[in-house]
């Protein structure tokens, strides 16, 4: 399946944003993406040790959007079943309920296409609760 495009120079509404994009993306990616970083200017979202993988965005200085500055999107970990950014449950309502409710939100697609590997690939998740 296709995942989420990054591209230098994309444009997120608020840090919430960016970094709902990230877990949605690391449940597609199935990669346990951290933060390395993450204060009131700047999000460095990161991989294993050792993989070169990583992703920064920085706020603009004039209002209250967040940019994507670099990355390196090549990794040289695997895949991992294990997520460990989220937890089984990270479709909660809540989350849902946020992104329906903002439909600037460029990430719903982004859910709903995780959300649906995620039900396709459910066996990998019971008895195997975080
Ligand atoms: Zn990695």
Not at 29 to 35: P, S
Not at 37 to 46: G, N, P, T, Y
Not at 59 to 85: A, F, P
Request: proline share 2%; with cysteine.
């Amino acid at each position: 399946m296709t995942s989420y495009k990054w591209e230098v120079g994309t444009v997120f509404a608020s840090r919430e944003e960016f970094k709902d994009t990230v877990i949605a993306y690391s449940v597609q990616t199935r990669r346990g993406l951290r933060y390395a970083k993450l204060d009131l200017v700047r999000v460095r979202a990161i991989c294993q040790e050792g993989c070169p993988f990583w992703l920064y965005a920085a706020k603009m200085s004039e209002d209250e959007t967040w940019q994507l500055r670099s990355m390196n999107l090549n990794y040289t970990c695997g895949q991992s079943h294990r997520v460990g950014i989220m937890h089984t449950g990270w479709l909660s309502k809540a989350f849902r309920k946020k992104v329906e409710s903002n439909p600037k939100v460029k990430i719903k697609n982004l859910v709903n296409k995780a959300e649906k590997e995620m039900e396709f690939d459910s066996d990998n998740f019971n008895g195997n609760k975080v």
